[in-house]
């Protein structure tokens, strides 16, 4: 019987190879989008049918759209975890670095509970544990700022797809540990990417990450007569929704 199925996570149904898969760009748990939004999960359930039409497979296609943005309870989180300061005294890549090593560390507590508790986490698709979370992030910081880095220790490979991973693993850290934090009432999806995206250290580094990144694949492409290089794109931990750097007053 011809089957077809929706991935949130596309590496893992890459290992799965399933005959007919659509990636989704959305949150864990919501593989049609935004709730109570028919028209727009009819839209992904039509590409999902569409996959039907494919001669041959395995095939897995991406959707090209993010959900829609859905108000939940955004409005009254905030993240009591405070901004941590830039030093003035050392260079810029250095003190983004150590700014979000101590974000990193603030955090840590919160991701561990959950963990304890529960006895599980997402964190892990790189091959590391969340043990090895300074490496990480340092390592993504010198990436980000153009150096040629000693990779973390303990990955199983060491390439694109890796530093992709990595990216992952560090979104999980962040996305469990806040869902832990104080407060009233938890998170909406769109709060919490926001959040990281847009008022964290972490947010900031993926950025320059994906515009270092996407320089040096440019530089390749004029290199290679104008031609795209070969082997896969360049990462990219933003996803479209968030394409634009917020303000420099926003930070």
């Avoid at 009819?42 to 859905?70: A, M, Q, W």
């Avoid at 909406?188 to 694949?217: I, P, S």
Wanted: aromatic content about 8%; proline content about 13%; some cysteine.
């Amino acid at each position: 019987m011809p089957t077809a199925a929706i991935s949130l996570i596309r590496e893992h149904t890459e290992q799965i190879n399933p005959s007919r898969s659509l990636w989704v760009p959305f949150e864990l748990g919501r593989p049609l989008g935004a709730p109570n939004n028919p028209e727009f999960q009819l839209g992904v359930l039509r590409s999902l049918l569409g996959l039907f039409e494919k001669e041959s497979g395995p095939v897995i296609e991406d959707y090209p759209h993010d959900s829609p943005v859905t108000e939940e309870s955004d409005a009254a989180w905030s993240c009591v975890l405070p901004l941590p300061p830039l030093e003035s005294t050392s260079t810029p890549a250095e003190a983004l670095k150590q700014s979000l090593l101590q974000e990193v560390g603030s955090l840590a507590p919160w991701y561990a509970e959950p963990v304890r508790r529960m006895g599980r986490s997402t964190f892990g698709l790189s091959g590391l544990t969340a043990d090895s979370m300074p490496e990480i992030a340092a390592f993504m910081v010198d990436v980000a700022s153009g150096e040629d880095p000693d990779w973390p220790p303990g990955l199983p490979e060491q390439n694109a797809r890796t530093i992709r991973y990595m990216a992952d693993d560090l979104k999980a850290y962040y996305m469990e540990a806040a869902n832990e934090q104080p407060g009233s009432s938890a998170p909406g999806g769109e709060r919490m990417w926001t959040w990281l995206y847009h008022e964290t250290r972490l947010g900031q580094v993926f950025y320059d990450l994906r515009d270092q990144l996407a320089a040096e694949h440019a530089e390749k492409t004029v290199a290679n007569g104008g031609e795209r290089p070969p082997g896969p794109p360049p990462p990219n931990p933003i996803p479209t929704r968030y394409a634009n750097r917020p303000e420099p007053a926003a930070r």
